[in-house]
């Protein structure tokens, strides 16, 4: 089988007494597109959220392209280290610089349930930002391949305006388009559609369709079991921290195996494959 794009091993997360994430296993394959699904609280976000490194794991080792991020050193490492068991039960830390995490930020985009759009910017200039300030494209490049994403999302006639004329549905295809811009190699949705009214749900999931199928990695945070359906080749069902059931979606959705999976899809009533 082909080398994972993307490999996590023991994943974990704390939060002061709080452990959200309970050793986390997962291989990420190029083309990937994997619907994460279950309850408030989970750690689905915060999944998502270590992954590109907006959360600092607190034990785990995440390779990407076969590469480790971060170095292993020796005990005792500061703020910013995270420790894995290795093989023989020792304590591993791993550290990461800025320079290393401002590396993986550029490799994997994210968009968020609210939109994070800059007020006082206008469609084009917030897409151009993270071009012209993270990547240090010259304005009239930064521009070009701006315009390019928005007309990929359906708005690049909204380009002069400003985010509060805008609807919350175009505002998140907007978020979309800053994304792309940056030419990621995997892309991050934690339920990009949660603070949507439900008509305008449907034309966020339509932009997602269509990146999928471009063959873009993905991983989608979601509640939409049906566009789930749909979108993924793999569902991971996450509790309390960890991966209760993952399989295709005809095997998670339809023909779920653990108890607790069932539980949770038994709340959904409204949704059709």
């Given at each position: 089988?082909?080398?994972?794009?993307?490999?996590?091993?023991?994943?974990?997360?704390?939060?002061?007494?709080?452990?959200?994430?309970?050793?986390?296993?997962?291989?990420?394959?190029?083309?990937?597109?994997?619907?994460?699904?279950?309850?408030?609280?989970?750690?689905?976000?915060?999944?998502?959220?270590?992954?590109?490194?907006?959360?600092?794991?607190?034990?785990?080792?995440?390779?990407?392209?076969?590469?480790?991020?971060?170095?292993?050193?020796?005990?005792?490492?500061?703020?910013?280290?995270?420790?894995?068991?290795?093989?023989?039960?020792?304590?591993?830390?791993?550290?990461?610089?800025?320079?290393?995490?401002?590396?993986?930020?550029?490799?994997?985009?994210?968009?968020?349930?609210q939109?994070?759009?800059?007020?006082?910017?206008?469609?084009?200039?917030?897409?151009?930002?993270?071009?012209?300030?993270?990547?240090?494209i010259?304005?009239?490049?930064?521009?070009?391949?701006?315009?390019?994403?928005?007309?990929?999302?359906?708005?690049?006639?909204?380009?002069?305006?400003?985010?509060?004329?805008?609807?919350?549905?175009?505002?998140?295809?907007?978020?979309?388009?800053?994304?792309?811009?940056?030419?990621?190699?995997?892309?991050?949705?934690?339920?990009?559609?949660?603070?949507?009214?439900?008509?305008?749900?449907?034309?966020?999931?339509?932009?997602?369709?269509?990146?999928?199928?471009e063959?873009?990695?993905?991983?989608?945070?979601?509640?939409?079991?049906?566009?789930?359906?749909?979108?993924?080749?793999?569902?991971?069902?996450?509790?309390?921290?960890?991966?209760h059931?993952?399989?295709?979606?005809?095997?998670?959705?339809?023909?779920?195996?653990?108890?607790?999976?069932?539980?949770?899809l038994?709340?959904?009533?409204?949704f059709?494959?």
């Open positions: 089988m082909a080398t994972p794009l993307i490999d996590i091993k023991g994943l974990h997360k704390r939060f002061g007494d709080l452990h959200v994430l309970r050793g986390v296993d997962l291989e990420i394959h190029r083309g990937d597109r994997i619907a994460i699904i279950g309850g408030s609280g989970s750690g689905k976000s915060t999944m998502l959220r270590c992954l590109n490194f907006m959360e600092i794991p607190t034990a785990g080792q995440i390779t990407f392209d076969g590469k480790a991020i971060g170095e292993r050193i020796s005990a005792g490492a500061g703020k910013s280290s995270s420790t894995v068991m290795g093989a023989a039960d020792a304590p591993i830390q791993m550290k990461y610089s800025e320079n290393a995490l401002t590396d993986i930020r550029k490799r994997i985009g994210m968009v968020f349930q939109f994070n759009l800059f007020p006082h910017m206008t469609v084009l200039q917030n897409v151009m930002e993270g071009l012209t300030q993270v990547k240090k010259n304005k009239e490049t930064a521009r070009q391949k701006s315009m390019a994403q928005l007309d990929k999302v359906g708005l690049l006639e909204k380009m002069d305006a400003y985010p509060d004329r805008l609807s919350g549905g175009q505002q998140q295809r907007v978020a979309i388009a800053r994304a792309l811009a940056m030419e990621p190699e995997v892309l991050l949705f934690d339920e990009p559609t949660s603070s949507l009214d439900p008509e305008l749900v449907g034309e966020v999931l339509g932009v997602i369709n269509g990146l999928a199928a063959g873009r990695t993905m991983l989608l945070v979601t509640h939409e079991l049906g566009f789930a359906y749909h979108f993924a080749n793999r569902v991971i069902f996450f509790a309390d921290g960890q991966f059931e993952m399989g295709t979606p005809q095997q998670v959705l339809k023909n779920p195996q653990q108890e607790r999976t069932k539980r949770f038994e709340r959904f009533t409204a059709s494959f």
